[in-house]
């Protein structure tokens, strides 16, 4: 199936200014994918399928009324999957990309400035497990997202202290069953927050299953976590 067509099937999902812009946002890259090896989902069914649609999906619904102006970080973003897909679907958002590689968070401050997006943007070259305990950024966002980052268990614990009291963590995995859900519910009775949500769906073109956890604190997160640098994956809180 080619990249026209699957342009037209997401047009049900999304209106032909933000199908256009994430046309460029291919193209900026395809060319930088020549010279810094970003990502090898850029073509036809890799794009249309993995990167956008497996970015948008778990917003569809009630996509305005639920996600919009909000304050969303995007942890371990890459070349900018989901946290970049969000901002073009939620234009009034504000987002924070935050990722530890200079070679990406120099790739994306060059596609943030020739996407000339009207979002507020941030670039973050940092590691989270630093980053979450800077004060004005702890507990200040409405959204958390990470995406093949690691499994639920420890990305809860990056996401879950830059949350603020109604804020909502969303963790993309592939499979998901009873054995990871136990996981992540013990991980989560520590850092102070719950599941509120799963979904799941089957991506087109037998691309996979993928689900969507969402997690909400109980109540603020302890100062403690997340831990140093490399603890969360290495030491996951639930095992």
Known sequence: MSQILHRKD???LLNEKELKLFSKLQEIIKDLNKISNLTRLI???DYWIS????SIWPFLDNKKRTF???KLIDIGSGCGFPGLAFAITHPNSEIYLIDSSEKKTNAL?????????????SIVRDRIETF??????????DIGTTRAVSEPSTVAEYILPMLNNQGLGILFCGKWGEEARQKLEKSLTILNGKIFL????KLPQNKGER??????????CPNTYPRGNGKPAKYPLGI
């Not at 979450?132 to 966002?141: D, G, L, Q, T, V």
């Not at 799963?198 to 769906?201: A, C, D, I, V």
């Not at 689900?211 to 603020?220: E, G, H, M, W, Y």
């Open 10 to 12: 997401l047009s049900n």
């Open 43 to 45: 073509e036809e069914d």
């Open 51 to 54: 990167q956008v649609y497996d």
């Open 68 to 70: 919009d102006k909000k």
């Open 109 to 121: 401050k060059k596609i943030i400035n020739e996407m000339n997006l009207p979002n507020n943007i």
């Open 132 to 141: 979450a305990h800077i004060p004005k950024y702890r507990n200040y966002f």
């Open 198 to 201: 799963s979904k799941k769906t």
């Open 211 to 220: 689900n969507a956890i969402f997690i909400k604190p109980t109540k603020l």
